[in-house]
């Protein structure tokens, strides 16, 4: 039997504000073996978000918010990838955080092939990969062992992954919401938006979504319960914000940062508060915007950021009520599925655009009945 090829993508050049395909390169490699506590698995999906552009070199200026070392953990010594806030020209493309030993960190999805860990048995299936490849080597111990009979495997990139975490640990632990209250969710339709607006219209809060053209809005509206949705592209923000909610805002949910920062800022209401969670619209440095710190001062406003790699902790709670509004139909949750491995440097272009038509952007490589 000839022996399996492994297909990897690696970056091939410093690229501009979007990712092009051109900008990466896929090569065939051999297929690595697991040593003690390993397991090799074949990549069955993996999940694309924006938050890996800061990583990727950039062959003009560098924007603020990218390769900020406060984006990760101060000490990575320990670390089996260096340098967890880059990803170098001829370096293997990333999809899950780097660095973590955690069960939670992985960005793929997929089935043991080989096991020399005692936690996994070839024909497993396992959530714990981070990169762009068809097989990869990981450690078992910052794996986690998936039941199809449960949940689909791709929810552990979707419903349950880091994007979806992410939207929880923020409104759970940052929002300091109460019922009756104003929010407003940028890129409501994205992975993260999506949990955000239907936590808080659960909580009794008034939602209004923002979001790139009106197949998104009407995505917000229609499925996740927002009570309205201001199109980005089509409408002036501030003006639509006077017209829908006079009275101001009392929390500001901020996944993009960019043009839309500022008119929302200007309209919170004093005592009001700002959860700055993504900057995707600056990733590619074509968008940028300031805070006006005399209105932070005259209104008392607390704005607060945080990285969901500090609250670990946090995950099992999560899982618990995610599974819970699951079983209780309360939950709605869209992903975009991008087939094959080729399409992945397209799905990361599309994902940073706006291209896509929401929810959660997925690559699938292989099927998984496919998959001995």
């Not at 390769?67 to 670390?79: F, V």
């Not at 080729?342 to 998984?368: I, R, S």
């Amino acid at each position: 039997m000839e022996a399996p090829v492994n297909r990897v993508w690696r970056v091939a050049r410093p690229m501009g504000p979007i990712p092009t395909p051109d900008d990466f390169v896929l090569v065939e490699e051999p297929v690595a073996q697991p040593g003690p506590g390993q397991v090799l698995m074949r990549t069955i999906y993996l999940g694309v978000a924006p938050g890996v552009r800061p990583l990727l070199p950039y062959a003009g200026a560098v924007p603020d918010v990218a390769n900020d070392g406060s984006a990760g953990r101060s000490d990575a010594s320990a670390d089996d990838l260096p340098d967890p806030m880059r990803i170098r020209v001829g370096e293997r493309m990333r999809s899950g955080i780097v660095p973590s030993m955690s069960v939670y960190a992985g960005g793929t999805v997929g089935k043991v092939i080989a096991s020399r860990h005692p936690g996994f048995a070839s024909g497993d299936y396992i959530f714990g990969g981070r990169l762009w490849q068809d097989y990869e080597v990981v450690d078992g111990d910052a794996a986690l062992r998936l039941d199809p009979a449960v949940l689909p495997i791709e929810a552990e990139l979707s419903v349950l992954g880091r994007s979806a975490f992410t939207g929880w640990v923020g409104y759970r632990r940052f929002a300091g919401a109460r019922m009756g209250e104003t929010i407003v969710v940028s890129a409501a339709a994205g992975a993260v938006g999506m949990i955000v607006v239907q936590m808080a219209k659960a909580q009794g809060l008034r939602v209004i979504g923002i979001a790139s053209g009106p197949d998104k809005c009407a995505f917000v509206t229609g499925e996740l319960g927002a009570d309205a949705c201001i199109d980005r592209l089509d409408s002036n923000v501030g003006v639509a914000l006077d017209a829908i909610a006079p009275a101001g805002i009392d929390i500001y949910f901020d996944n993009v940062g960019g043009n839309v920062q500022a008119p929302v800022f200007a309209r919170l209401k004093p005592f009001g508060r700002m959860v700055v969670c993504g900057m995707a619209a600056e990733y590619g440095g074509l968008e940028s915007s300031s805070l006006p710190t005399g209105l932070i001062l005259a209104k008392r406003l607390r704005i607060e950021g945080f990285v969901v790699l500090d609250h670990e902790d946090d995950y099992a709670e999560f899982r618990a009520d995610v599974a819970r509004m699951l079983r209780d139909g309360a939950l709605v949750y869209r992903t975009q599925v991008y087939q094959g491995l080729e399409q992945a440097p397209q799905a990361l272009a599309d994902c940073l655009t706006g291209a896509n038509p929401g929810g959660k952007v997925l690559v699938q490589v292989a099927e998984a009945a496919s998959v001995g």
